[in-house]
T-cell receptor
Protein backbone atom coordinates (compact mmCIF):
# COMPACT_ATOMS: atom_id res chain seq x y z
CA UNK A 1 0.00 0.00 0.00
CA UNK A 2 1.18 3.50 -0.81
CA UNK A 3 -0.85 4.91 2.10
CA UNK A 4 -1.70 8.59 1.70
CA UNK A 5 0.00 10.41 -1.16
CA UNK A 6 0.08 14.12 -1.84
CA UNK A 7 1.24 16.14 -4.83
CA UNK A 8 3.01 18.42 -5.35
CA UNK A 9 5.60 18.40 -2.55
CA UNK A 10 6.36 22.08 -3.03
CA UNK A 11 4.67 24.89 -4.96
CA UNK A 12 5.19 28.60 -5.44
CA UNK A 13 2.21 30.68 -6.52
CA UNK A 14 1.61 34.31 -7.23
CA UNK A 15 -1.22 36.13 -5.49
CA UNK A 16 -4.48 35.50 -7.33
CA UNK A 17 -3.44 32.25 -8.98
CA UNK A 18 -5.44 29.10 -8.42
CA UNK A 19 -4.23 25.55 -7.94
CA UNK A 20 -5.28 22.12 -6.74
CA UNK A 21 -3.46 20.09 -4.12
CA UNK A 22 -3.95 16.42 -4.78
CA UNK A 23 -4.51 13.77 -2.10
CA UNK A 24 -5.14 10.07 -2.58
CA UNK A 25 -5.31 7.05 -0.29
CA UNK A 26 -5.44 3.35 -1.10
CA UNK A 27 -6.64 2.05 2.28
CA UNK A 28 -10.37 2.33 1.54
CA UNK A 29 -10.76 4.88 4.31
CA UNK A 30 -14.05 6.72 4.55
CA UNK A 31 -12.82 9.75 6.49
CA UNK A 32 -10.41 12.21 4.87
CA UNK A 33 -9.32 15.64 5.95
CA UNK A 34 -7.11 18.57 5.04
CA UNK A 35 -5.05 20.48 7.60
CA UNK A 36 -2.74 23.42 7.44
CA UNK A 37 0.28 23.80 9.69
CA UNK A 38 1.66 27.24 10.50
CA UNK A 39 4.59 28.15 12.78
CA UNK A 40 3.62 28.34 16.45
CA UNK A 41 0.15 26.93 15.86
CA UNK A 42 -1.34 23.48 16.02
CA UNK A 43 -2.66 21.76 12.94
CA UNK A 44 -5.93 23.36 11.87
CA UNK A 45 -8.69 21.60 10.00
CA UNK A 46 -9.66 23.14 6.65
CA UNK A 47 -12.23 20.71 5.22
CA UNK A 48 -13.15 17.10 5.81
CA UNK A 49 -15.18 14.32 4.25
CA UNK A 50 -16.92 11.35 5.87
CA UNK A 51 -17.37 9.54 2.58
CA UNK A 52 -17.67 9.92 -1.17
CA UNK A 53 -20.00 12.77 -2.06
CA UNK A 54 -19.99 14.25 1.46
CA UNK A 55 -17.80 17.17 2.51
CA UNK A 56 -17.96 19.77 5.24
CA UNK A 57 -16.07 22.78 6.53
CA UNK A 58 -13.52 22.70 9.29
CA UNK A 59 -12.06 25.48 11.37
CA UNK A 60 -10.45 27.53 8.57
CA UNK A 61 -12.32 26.87 5.29
CA UNK A 62 -12.27 30.33 3.70
CA UNK A 63 -10.46 30.45 0.37
CA UNK A 64 -10.52 26.68 -0.12
CA UNK A 65 -12.85 24.24 -1.86
CA UNK A 66 -12.96 20.46 -1.77
CA UNK A 67 -14.80 17.65 -3.48
CA UNK A 68 -14.96 13.90 -2.91
CA UNK A 69 -16.12 12.12 -6.04
CA UNK A 70 -14.40 8.84 -5.11
CA UNK A 71 -13.38 7.17 -1.86
CA UNK A 72 -9.72 7.42 -2.86
CA UNK A 73 -9.31 11.08 -3.84
CA UNK A 74 -9.82 14.29 -1.91
CA UNK A 75 -8.38 17.33 -3.76
CA UNK A 76 -8.08 20.75 -2.15
CA UNK A 77 -8.55 23.78 -4.40
CA UNK A 78 -7.22 27.24 -3.74
CA UNK A 79 -9.50 29.58 -5.65
CA UNK A 80 -7.40 32.76 -5.61
CA UNK A 81 -4.19 32.36 -3.65
CA UNK A 82 -3.26 34.90 -1.00
CA UNK A 83 -0.01 35.29 0.97
CA UNK A 84 -1.95 34.25 4.11
CA UNK A 85 -2.30 30.80 2.54
CA UNK A 86 1.44 30.25 2.68
CA UNK A 87 1.64 27.14 4.81
CA UNK A 88 2.30 23.43 4.89
CA UNK A 89 -0.75 21.39 3.97
CA UNK A 90 -1.38 17.87 5.18
CA UNK A 91 -3.99 15.43 3.97
CA UNK A 92 -5.01 12.63 6.34
CA UNK A 93 -7.33 9.65 6.25
CA UNK A 94 -8.83 7.20 8.72
CA UNK A 95 -11.19 4.26 8.59
CA UNK A 96 -13.82 6.45 10.20
CA UNK A 97 -13.92 9.73 12.07
CA UNK A 98 -12.17 9.63 15.44
CA UNK A 99 -9.92 6.71 14.57
CA UNK A 100 -6.17 6.76 14.05
CA UNK A 101 -5.30 9.06 11.16
CA UNK A 102 -2.70 8.39 8.48
CA UNK A 103 -1.02 11.50 7.15
CA UNK A 104 0.39 12.30 3.74
CA UNK A 105 3.91 13.72 3.41
CA UNK A 106 2.67 17.31 3.12
CA UNK A 107 2.72 20.07 0.50
CA UNK A 108 4.72 23.19 1.20
CA UNK A 109 3.02 26.18 -0.44
CA UNK A 110 4.51 29.64 -0.82
CA UNK A 111 2.29 32.45 -2.09
CA UNK A 112 4.11 35.56 -3.21
CA UNK B 1 -12.93 27.40 24.30
CA UNK B 2 -11.58 23.86 24.43
CA UNK B 3 -7.82 24.03 24.72
CA UNK B 4 -4.82 21.73 24.58
CA UNK B 5 -1.51 22.72 26.15
CA UNK B 6 1.78 20.89 25.84
CA UNK B 7 4.89 21.22 27.94
CA UNK B 8 7.70 21.75 27.59
CA UNK B 9 7.81 23.52 24.23
CA UNK B 10 11.42 22.43 23.73
CA UNK B 11 13.36 19.65 25.39
CA UNK B 12 17.01 18.72 24.93
CA UNK B 13 18.39 15.59 26.58
CA UNK B 14 21.34 13.25 26.41
CA UNK B 15 21.07 9.89 24.73
CA UNK B 16 19.78 7.27 27.15
CA UNK B 17 17.74 9.64 29.31
CA UNK B 18 14.11 9.01 30.26
CA UNK B 19 11.90 11.56 28.53
CA UNK B 20 8.49 12.87 29.62
CA UNK B 21 6.30 15.13 27.49
CA UNK B 22 3.06 16.47 28.94
CA UNK B 23 -0.36 17.35 27.55
CA UNK B 24 -3.15 19.06 29.49
CA UNK B 25 -6.63 19.82 28.29
CA UNK B 26 -9.48 21.97 29.50
CA UNK B 27 -12.59 19.77 29.63
CA UNK B 28 -13.63 16.15 29.29
CA UNK B 29 -12.56 14.29 26.18
CA UNK B 30 -13.52 11.20 24.22
CA UNK B 31 -10.00 10.41 22.96
CA UNK B 32 -6.43 11.68 22.95
CA UNK B 33 -3.83 11.11 20.27
CA UNK B 34 -0.06 11.36 20.32
CA UNK B 35 1.66 12.07 17.01
CA UNK B 36 5.30 12.30 15.94
CA UNK B 37 6.48 14.74 13.29
CA UNK B 38 9.88 13.87 11.88
CA UNK B 39 12.46 16.54 11.00
CA UNK B 40 11.57 15.96 7.33
CA UNK B 41 7.97 16.93 8.07
CA UNK B 42 6.11 13.62 7.94
CA UNK B 43 3.53 12.97 10.66
CA UNK B 44 2.93 9.54 12.19
CA UNK B 45 0.27 8.56 14.70
CA UNK B 46 1.81 6.93 17.77
CA UNK B 47 -1.09 6.29 20.13
CA UNK B 48 -4.80 6.81 20.53
CA UNK B 49 -6.12 6.38 24.05
CA UNK B 50 -9.12 7.26 26.15
CA UNK B 51 -8.03 5.75 29.47
CA UNK B 52 -5.14 4.00 31.17
CA UNK B 53 -1.85 3.33 29.47
CA UNK B 54 -0.47 2.07 26.17
CA UNK B 55 3.03 0.88 25.32
CA UNK B 56 4.81 0.39 22.01
CA UNK B 57 8.49 -0.42 22.14
CA UNK B 58 10.23 2.31 24.12
CA UNK B 59 7.22 4.61 24.02
CA UNK B 60 4.58 4.72 26.76
CA UNK B 61 1.48 6.91 26.80
CA UNK B 62 -0.63 7.44 29.88
CA UNK B 63 -3.78 9.41 30.53
CA UNK B 64 -5.40 10.59 33.77
CA UNK B 65 -9.01 11.47 33.03
CA UNK B 66 -9.67 13.04 36.41
CA UNK B 67 -6.66 15.36 36.16
CA UNK B 68 -7.22 16.03 32.42
CA UNK B 69 -3.62 15.19 31.68
CA UNK B 70 -1.64 12.82 29.49
CA UNK B 71 2.07 12.03 29.33
CA UNK B 72 4.25 10.53 26.65
CA UNK B 73 7.35 8.78 27.96
CA UNK B 74 10.38 7.61 26.02
CA UNK B 75 12.72 5.18 27.70
CA UNK B 76 16.41 4.86 26.73
CA UNK B 77 16.14 7.82 24.37
CA UNK B 78 18.09 7.79 21.12
CA UNK B 79 19.00 10.54 18.63
CA UNK B 80 16.48 9.05 16.18
CA UNK B 81 13.75 10.00 18.68
CA UNK B 82 14.47 13.66 17.88
CA UNK B 83 11.20 15.01 16.49
CA UNK B 84 8.22 17.18 17.34
CA UNK B 85 5.64 15.34 19.44
CA UNK B 86 2.07 16.53 19.07
CA UNK B 87 -0.89 15.92 21.35
CA UNK B 88 -4.37 16.05 19.81
CA UNK B 89 -7.62 15.80 21.70
CA UNK B 90 -11.20 15.04 20.69
CA UNK B 91 -13.63 16.93 22.88
CA UNK B 92 -16.87 14.94 22.75
CA UNK B 93 -17.90 14.58 19.11
CA UNK B 94 -15.98 17.62 17.94
CA UNK B 95 -13.07 17.56 15.53
CA UNK B 96 -9.54 17.08 16.84
CA UNK B 97 -7.86 20.02 18.58
CA UNK B 98 -4.08 19.93 18.21
CA UNK B 99 -1.42 21.17 20.59
CA UNK B 100 1.49 23.21 19.28
CA UNK B 101 3.95 20.39 19.86
CA UNK B 102 7.06 19.66 21.89
CA UNK B 103 10.36 19.75 20.03
CA UNK B 104 12.62 16.99 21.37
CA UNK B 105 16.34 16.89 20.62
CA UNK B 106 18.42 13.94 21.80
CA UNK B 107 22.16 14.56 21.84
CA UNK B 108 24.48 11.59 21.28
Amino acid sequence: NAGVTQTPKFQVLKTGQSMTLQCAQDMNHEYMSWYRQDPGMGLRLIHYSVGAGITDQGEVPNGYNVSRSTTEDFPLRLLSAAPSQTSVYFCASSYEEGQTQYFGPGTRLLVL
Amino acid sequence: KNEVEQSPQNLTAQEGEFITINCSYSVGISALHWLQQHPGGGIVSLFMLSSGKKKHGRLIATINIQEKHSSLHITASHPRDSAVYICAVRFGNEKLTFGTGTRLTIIP
